[in-house]
């Protein structure tokens, strides 16, 4: 049975992007990266074994002349010619392709697990941009809001309520900010070209990334049991089903084979006498048996593949297990990415508050610009970090749905 699996739109919870969404990046790098194009060769070229399985042993052909030609009661033998040809035990051929087919499937969920390790790297990378670029965004509005402050100071200097330290404090804070942007853009760049390696294209081209994602309010309840299609468990049922056909064939093949032939002898005339069927040339059908009596090639095979079967077994439950403490810790830090959000709206929100209250301050003549920089830096400090808990959560959710689409 022939798997299909989605790869694109199950491994993400996304908002459109001006000009290009995830999704079209995803599909990009599944047809231009190299190495996915290795893949889908390696599985062409197991799906063409199937043909290459369909046939029998070459027909083999041979002629004989005889130099001293022997002598018979119809006359002297001349020539012979024979034909031979060795046909498999019935069923065999089928078995071959059946195995042959087995492998083309195992190879199909490589080429599966491949793209969709794919678009995981490419949603990471994604994600980590948005991060990047939303960040940007928090720090111009952070320095716009420090020139506020600082035309705040300046006014608040001519009237004495304020010193020109307060104005010189307000504008190294802004010349930190300029610095961390311009960290930022450095970071941006790197990423950027981590994301154009893997769509195969140059590694300055632009990269269009959402501006701003949400948190839902609530994510579906998952089980263990959201794993069982997982193709990295899948694979190892496909190679279970290739020693399967392995084992069934190598029955077939201990069987004998049958072979089918014709020997032709061309004899000349006898002129020393006259004979019935003077003269007649010589035509023998004949068949033949190849069977294996001493061989213990057969038995060995099958040792083997109970063997191979209960590696595969092992190597599946071992695998289960990995997939699931992954699974567990990504439900689990993306639940803790959904609580730091929360708390940094709610502390975003009560540090607005402490700013309309500063505002309020300097209408009525008073302000401390000590606590104009502690509550700017407490504003910086939750929007990057509510940024970092979407991140976060977007990051596990598209593990999430790569371990249980």
Do not use: C
């Not at 995981?120 to 809001?145: E, P, T």
């Not at 610095?179 to 994301?195: F, T």
């Not at 708390?343 to 929100?349: A, E, H, W």
């Amino acid at each position: 049975m022939r798997y299909t699996f989605i790869i694109g739109a199950s491994l993400l919870i996304m908002t459109k992007v001006s000009g290009q969404d995830l999704n079209a990046y995803i599909e990009e790098a599944i047809d231009n990266n190299p190495e996915i194009q290795s893949f889908d060769l390696r599985y062409q070229i197991a799906e063409e074994k199937i043909n290459e399985v369909n046939n029998v042993q070459n027909t083999e052909f041979s002629a004989g002349y005889f130099v001293s030609e022997p002598e018979t009661r119809t006359g002297p033998q001349r020539a012979k010619l024979s034909v031979k040809q060795m046909l498999p035990w019935f069923g065999t051929v089928g078995k071959r392709e059946d195995y042959a087919a087995a492998m083309a499937d195992s190879e199909y969920v490589e080429m599966v697990i491949a793209k969709r390790k794919l678009a995981l790297s490419v949603s990471n990378l994604y994600y980590i941009l948005y991060g990047i670029r939303a960040k940007q965004n928090v720090l111009d509005d952070n320095y716009n809001l420090l020139k506020t402050y600082e035309q705040l100071a300046l006014t608040a200097t001519e009237v004495g309520k304020a010193s020109a330290v307060d104005v010189l404090r307000l504008q190294i804070r802004q010349n930190e900010v300029q610095q961390e942007k311009e960290v930022l853009m450095q970071k941006s760049k790197g990423i950027q070209a981590a994301l154009n390696n893997l769509l195969n294209r140059n590694y300055d081209e632009e990269i269009l990334a959402v501006s701003d994602l949400e948190i839902p309010d609530e994510d579906p309840i998952l089980g263990y049991d959201a794993l069982s299609l997982n193709p990295e468990l899948l694979k190892y049922d496909k190679l279970y089903e290739s020693v399967t056909q392995s084992e069934k064939l190598n029955q077939k093949e201990s069987a004998p084979n049958i072979g089918f032939g014709l020997d032709y002898i061309a004899v000349s005339e006898r002129t020393d006498v006259d004979l019935s069927d003077n003269g007649k040339d010589v035509v023998m059908p004949m068949v033949s048996l190849s069977i294996p009596i001493f061989n213990k090639k057969y038995k060995s095979i099958s040792k083997q593949n109970e063997l191979r079967q209960q590696e595969i077994k092992s190597q599946k439950d071992s695998k289960l297990n990995v997939l699931q403490s992954t699974f567990s810790k990504a439900i689990s830090q993306r639940n803790e990415a959904r609580i730091k959000f929360n708390l940094q709206k709610k502390n975003l929100k009560q540090a607005k508050y402490a700013e309309d209250i500063l505002i309020k301050n300097y209408e009525n003549g008073t302000i401390d610009f000590n606590d104009v920089l502690d509550i700017q830096e407490l504003q910086l400090k939750f929007g990057i970090n509510q940024i970092e808990a979407i991140q976060e959560y977007y990051t596990e959710s598209a593990l999430i749905n790569y371990l249980i689409d």
